[in-house]
């Protein structure tokens, strides 16, 4: 609640430091050439386009132009090459006060003109503080409604307190880092000592305000890390069970139900976009066709005294089964929408747009199922499944599986196969009668592209490495 601003989410700031920032101002003043410019346009770059939609027509051009860009959580992790170039700069500012064919002349000017500047802007901040700023946050409002008036009042005057607090801070940092550069260009102090004054003042200035983020109370002991959470009555009731199923825990929405089981809810900060859309539309809903068709053989809830309880699901349909029909649909919408009038455990719901081609619907409306038919999960791994089915007919199986056409090979008796998407998420496969197998194995070509180029980028390395150390001694 300390933050104030636009950002509706902080954790800590991006610090790069008063004294860097003070070095990186001095040495635009006297570093020539490209090296500055670039350093420089890095720099503003980076900074503009983490303001995000702040600054969106920057944004907004970046992300419909530049590819990979849309793909960054947060657009506050650019600052990470500010963070690059403020420094890098900054060193060689500082190389050019030690160098001594430069002219001490330039060298004071520069000083003074960088003292002024941010020494001045601190003086502005704080002699302008009521008038500069407001002092209010975006999640205002939301703390206003929980602790009322009063606190907010508190909060402000708490902001205000700290803002003064860390511009002076800053003000004395950068008038000691004068000071060095000062006595050291007067002839009173040497480059050795100055080094080591820098040194000291960076190390105080970064490792200070780190501390504030990462300090002795936020560290837990190994124990606690390396089990998070804690086993309980419902979770050893469900470890008893060694088939492969999943698990919905209704009282939490956290990872700790996916730390002990296969669960179909918790967290992650990169969502499958599918299976996110389903959860929002009929999971969160209790579906229950839905948890059956995610082999959801196991619910935890809490009961009428507030006790943490398991619920058996008999209904769930398993790892694999055969469907009897098909439900043909002619966009994404009802397929999502499709999953909540039908009988998951016999129809399939396909996308005829995407997938009409892979039945003929004159021939394949419906299938007949062998009342002997089955189809068996003898092996799971994240990256390969194995079936075991039997049925006397043709049929068509349902598979308890995200589907993700890039990488996932699918085989019938070692022989490929191909599968589709059915039930907006899961994966489906026509299969002909009689005793096989069937097996899915994740193979993206990226993954072999990879390990090709990093193969040969290691292989002419060691090349480069013997040739360059034969070549020296072949010199010497």
């Known amino acids: 609640p300390t933050y104030w601003g636009d950002q509706p989410i902080v954790e800590a700031p991006a610090y790069v430091g008063a004294v860097l920032i003070f070095l990186f101002l001095m040495a635009l003043f006297l570093v020539h050439g490209r090296l500055k410019w670039w350093l420089l346009g890095g720099t503003l770059l980076s900074l503009l386009l983490s303001y995000g939609k702040n600054l969106g027509v920057l944004t907004d051009l970046f992300i419909d132009i530049v590819p990979l860009y849309n793909k960054f959580r947060a657009v506050s992790s650019i600052q990470v090459i500010l963070e690059l170039c403020i420094p890098v700069l900054g060193v060689f500012g500082l190389s050019r006060v030690l160098n001594r064919f430069e ?79 000062w006595t050291f260009l007067k002839g009173k102090i040497t480059d050795h000592l100055l080094l080591t004054g820098f040194a000291v003042l960076i190390l105080f200035d970064l490792v200070a305000v780190n501390t504030r983020y990462v300090n002795a109370d936020v560290f837990q002991s190994a124990s606690l890390i390396e089990r998070p959470y804690r086993v309980n009555n419902a979770d050893r009731a469900i470890l008893k069970d060694s088939t492969h199923f999943r698990v919905f825990d209704l009282t939490t929405n956290s990872t700790r139900p996916s730390y002990f089981h296969n669960s179909i809810n918790g967290y992650h900060a990169a969502k499958m976009r599918r299976y996110n859309e389903l959860f929002d539309f009929h999971i969160s809903k209790n579906n229950l066709e839905v948890l059956n068709m995610l082999n959801t053989k196991y619910i935890i809830g809490n009961d009428e005294s507030g006790q943490t309880v398991v619920y058996d699901n008999p209904d769930a349909n398993g790892n694999a089964w055969f469907i009897s029909d ?66 006397s007919k043709d049929g068509f199986i349902v598979f308890s599986e995200n589907f993700y056409p890039e990488g996932w090979i699918s085989e019938i008796d070692e022989e490929e196969a191909r599968h589709i998407r059915v039930n907006y998420v899961l994966r489906g496969m026509t299969v002909p009668a009689g005793d096989h197998t069937i097996s899915f194995r994740f193979e993206p070509q990226v993954v072999r592209t990879g390990t090709q180029i990093s193969l040969a980028s290691s292989v002419i390395f060691v090349i480069l490495l013997l040739g360059g150390v034969f070549w020296h001694y072949k010199q010497r």
Request: one cysteine or more; glycine letters at 4%; aromatic letters at 12%.
């Open 326 to 391: 098909i439900k043909w649909v002619e966009s994404a919408d009802e397929e999502i929408q499709a999953l909540d009038s039908i009988d998951t455990r016999n129809t399939a719901v396909i996308n005829r747009n995407q997938f009409g081609s892979y039945l003929k619907e004159s021939e394949y409306q419906e299938f007949d199922v062998d009342s002997m038919a089955s189809i068996k999960l003898k092996s799971y791994s994240p990256d390969t499944l194995v079936y075991e089915y039997s049925n």
């Open 103 to 181: 002219k001490e002349e330039e060298k004071l000017k520069a000083l003074k003109i960088t003292f002024g500047i941010t020494a001045g802007l601190c003086i502005i901040l704080l002699l302008g503080r009521s008038y500069l700023f407001d002092f209010t946050g975006a999640n205002d409002a939301l703390y206003q409604q929980a602790y009322g008036p009063e606190y907010m009042e508190a909060v402000k005057s708490d902001r205000m307190s700290l803002f003064s607090t860390d511009v002076w801070r800053s003000l004395i940092l950068i008038s000691i880092s004068a000071v060095l550069i």
